[in-house]
């Protein structure tokens, strides 16, 4: 009963929103639309009386709640505000309604309320599943769904109109799977309103709901559960629950630390660096949460390609999307190194097998990535450029293939062997529990050191003088099987769909996939079922194969049977 108490007002009020923004407002649907507004506020009003009077002592029940109760008023008086308008207001097709204005807000607060309240949305997530992959899959869901909501505010719009449903959903869904493909021209198309709420959902996608929710239980001083901790370690992919806490402390920290200095940087890099909305702070603060989140959203339509030529903010870019797509478990590798001991040699020797894979391959694939794309486009998109800066927009497209989405060239004049050489930096991606995508450089590397071994004929995997487990093998294949086939499947559907060249298909389905967001250009002429398809596969991209596997895998525990072994022909 509690459970449908939480999930009825959200379901009433998203029905109602949709009603609001798709239908024409007749008597019959304004009495629907009241009916179901009024609803909702009977339930949240009783759940609220209910727990106050149930509450033994009043006055600590309104100091542990006091988020929630502020949001049940705001979502009382947004209410009768939207009653009011609508019996003063005539609907008119020429300007936005107020009363619609005023139901969308209340209909954004009430669903914000209930993801505000972590305490209750775990409860419901735990009763639907003990999996933590499963709680996972579930918060960026939501997530998602309320960035859409937002978007179809008319506030957060330029025109005042807000984005229709599949746009605003495909937006939302970039922003969270920090991706940044788009459909509307993030520029143009979004009031400084909307650029705060894309930049917020992309700071939320690139750290993760559960981490956040549980970093502000930590700051508020309350009680964390082990179920708590348990999703937070499956995150993170650590197994001591102990130092669980401090683990996430670390990681916001330096999350919001290479942001800020990414903002300065960005700032004192041009004074042409505005934007057209907040400034020149707010375009360095956005770009900065997009770069380290390798999210690859811009303020401005080219992208960046009016600075191909200004050495600090290719920099500082640059290197905000590296450190982004390095992982957190490698940073706090390297600081343990410069805390513990200053001599290099002891450096190389205590640094982890993963930290050593994720530097050195990602190292090779920038140096590599900027030369393939210098020798295939200096006599393309580059021939009008001077030779450093030639040299500069190769590099800046290398790191820019880790997933980031910024570009500093014209994509869409690109030759297809270019293309073809990005889509398979792009479906590499970064690295495993960073903010990048794809299948990840050390998952290349689990799997290179298996044909090492196939070619040697020795039967343990190894990798830096350490075996690797047959668990991390099969996972590394079952990852890259399961990114292939999604590309797969993503280009054939979207190839049926769209009205576009083959390779640009491709490319358009691997930056998706690998939540690069890079485009060729077709993006914003997708038709409704392609933009469908390239919102599944940035949410597959970026919530990954073991997760998602793991998510739709049985809840029931089952015996382990064994089978008698059979022959297969293999050849």
Known sequence: MKKNLILLPVLLSIVALFLEQQVTMTVFWLVIINALDITVLIILVTEVVTAFKAAPYKYIYIRQNIFALIFTATFVLLFAYSKVQTFQVHFSPEKVDPSLTAAVLKNTFLVLKVLTRFRKLNTLLESI???????????????????????????????????????????????????????????????????????????????????????????????????????????????????????????????????????????????????????????????????????????????LEGFNGNLLLNATIALLIITGGLSFGVHMNLLDLFKRDGRSASRVRRLSVNSRVVLIISSVLIVTGTLIFYALEHGGVLRELGTGKQYLAAFFQSVTLRTAGFNTVPLGALGSATYLFMCLFMFIGGAAGSTAGGIKVNNLAAMGAYFRSLLRETKEVTLFRSSLGSDIILKSFTIATFGLVTVFLGTFILMLTEDAPAIKILFEAVSAFGTVGLSAGITGDLSPMGKSVIIIMMFLGRIGPLTFIAAAGSRQGQREIHYPGANLSIG
């Open 129 to 303: 599943s003990l999996k933590p992959a499963q709680t996972i899959v579930l918060s960026f869901l939501l997530v998602i769904l309320v960035g859409a909501l937002v978007l179809m505010v008319p506030f957060t719009s330029s025109s005042h109109k807000g984005l229709p449903f599949l746009d605003a959903l495909f937006t939302s869904t970039s922003a969270v799977c920090v991706t940044g493909l788009i459909v509307v021209d993030t520029a143009t198309a979004y009031s400084i309103w909307g650029h705060i709420s894309i930049m917020l959902l992309i700071q939320i996608g690139g750290l993760g709901i559960m981490l956040l929710s549980y970093f502000s239980i930590f700051v508020l001083r309350r009680g964390i559960s082990r179920q708590d901790k348990l999703i937070a370690a499956y995150m993170l992919s650590q197994d001591d629950l102990r130092s669980i806490k401090k683990t996430v402390v670390a990681i916001i920290g330096a999350t919001f630390l290479f942001e800020a200095l990414g903002t300065l940087l960005l700032y004192l890099s041009t004074p042409s660096f505005t934007g057209p909305w907040g400034g020149r702070l707010f375009a360095s603060l956005f770009h900065a949460v997009s770069a380290f989140c390798n999210a690859g959203f811009a303020l401005f339509t080219d992208s």
